[in-house]
């Protein structure tokens, strides 16, 4: 394998270039990203960056000095993915060379990438409210970008209206109410983060909006977004509706609003790889390995549907340790050619800062058949929860317990193995 063409040049991106590096690979390197910045941290932009407590070259995740002998191609957005067949080559001595396949990506400028092997790193992208297009005023936070237009607003205050009680939603949340802003959160669930957490520690976390004086509405559906009309150029053709001025709710209620940010989750970039040959099913589906259905291509990050051997289904992990942290799996297997042997996979984990609570939490708490609080008081917002099936711990929850929880979390690895 003589080039490496590594798609997304965020996190799971750069990831994947610093492990070819490390596992040997001494080949032309390509990252290709369709932003225009180098990588940089996502985590912050929700909380310190958006507060304006971190500048922009504290989001770097780059090393200084650090050169991994790449060509970086940013700016630039890849529409197609092709096999390619080089056949009756011959080296320099004038031998045949046996018949390869490798791969193109094609780009959106017209550009081709050839390369032998692909790394499929081009994650997610922020799902967007229907009928708030032309809205000025209504935000998603996904890039860079996004948080500096936010962190922007959000210095002159008002009312701001967060839809979607998710983590980015949350600590959104959280950072505006530290700002000085007039917050109120909407989820179309009964309870927020059911999903990741269950609803009994979901109800806890979530209740930490109402802790802070936080307007809370659950179990209410957004019907859509109106105006005021007064912004824009004045032009029906350019589209521009206005600016928001409330949050239209299912049950006819309207609550006022400044400012809008959608925070109701995100959608994997994969349209670019339809008829490439690699399967496709809510991202690109993998095996434990990172191995697509195409050879010499692999996927990490937010886009990659890797199948859990514990869970025994596929699953995306959309947060930060595993895109850090499984390049390094997906790499060995595309420099292999094939399947190697693996360890299991830490169970996977994430965190979250909101209202000045850390909350902590790793494994999978659908897999649980009981939840016990090991230590703390729930009211308190200062707990240690435990999530067992059949006995067994299959996830922990920490809030503010920070040194029981990495111990619980190493617990947890070891039952995995």
Not at 41 to 59: H, N, Y
Not at 155 to 175: D, K, M, N, Q
Not at 224 to 246: I, K, N, Q, W
Not at 338 to 360: C, K, T
Request: proline share 4%; aromatic share 4%.
């Amino acid at each position: 394998m003589r080039t490496v063409a590594v798609v997304g040049a965020s996190l799971a991106g750069l990831s994947a270039a610093r492990s070819l590096r490390e596992q040997g690979f001494d080949g032309r390197l390509i990252l290709i990203g369709d932003e225009l910045h180098r990588p940089y941290d996502r985590p912050p932009l929700s909380k310190e960056f958006l507060a304006g407590t971190l500048a922009e070259a504290d989001l770097s995740l780059e090393a200084d000095g650090e050169d991994l002998r790449a060509e970086w191609m940013l700016g630039a957005r890849a529409t197609g993915l092709d096999r390619t067949d080089d056949t009756g080559r011959a080296d320099r001595s004038g031998h045949g060379v046996r018949d390869r396949t490798g791969h193109a990506v094609r780009l959106a400028d017209g550009q081709v990438v050839r390369a032998d092997g692909v790394v499929i790193a081009t994650g997610a992208v922020a799902r967007t409210l229907p009928g708030s297009e032309g809205l000025a005023g209504v935000y998603t936070l996904r890039t860079l970008d996004d948080a500096r237009a936010l962190r922007d607003e959000l210095a002159g205050g008002g009312r701001l209206v967060v839809i979607g009680a998710g983590f980015v939603g949350a600590e959104v949340a959280s950072t505006a109410y530290a700002l000085g802003l007039d917050v109120t959160v909407v989820e179309a669930a009964p309870t927020p983060l059911a999903g990741p957490l269950g609803a009994a520690m979901g109800g806890i976390v979530s209740a930490l909006h109402a802790d802070h004086g936080v307007r809370l509405l659950c179990g209410v559906g957004v019907k859509g977004l109106s105006g005021d009309g007064r912004s824009g150029t004045g032009d029906p053709a350019d589209g521009v509706r206005g600016r928001v001025d409330a949050v239209l709710l299912e049950d006819g209620r309207a609550v006022p609003a400044d400012i809008v940010v959608v925070g109701v989750g995100a959608r994997p970039c994969v349209e670019w790889l339809e008829g490439s040959g690699v399967e496709l099913d809510d991202g690109v589906k993998c095996g434990a390995d990172g191995r697509t259905s195409l050879a010499g291509v692999v996927a990490v990050g937010d886009c990659a549907n890797w199948y859990d051997a514990r869970a025994g289904a596929h699953h995306r992990v959309e947060h930060w340790t595993g895109a850090r942290e499984r390049p390094a799996v997906a790499v060995a297997t595309l420099l292999a050619g094939g399947a190697v042997e693996q360890g299991v996979p830490r169970p996977p984990y994430f965190w979250s800062d909101q209202y000045g609570v850390r909350i902590q939490f790793a494994g999978h708490a659908a897999a649980a058949d009981s939840v016990t609080v090991e230590a703390g008081v729930a009211d308190d917002r200062d707990v240690l929860a435990v999530y067992r099936r059949a006995g067994l711990p299959v996830a922990v929850l920490g809030m503010n317990q920070p040194r029981l929880f990495t111990r619980w979390r190493r617990q947890l690895a070891a039952a995995s193995t």
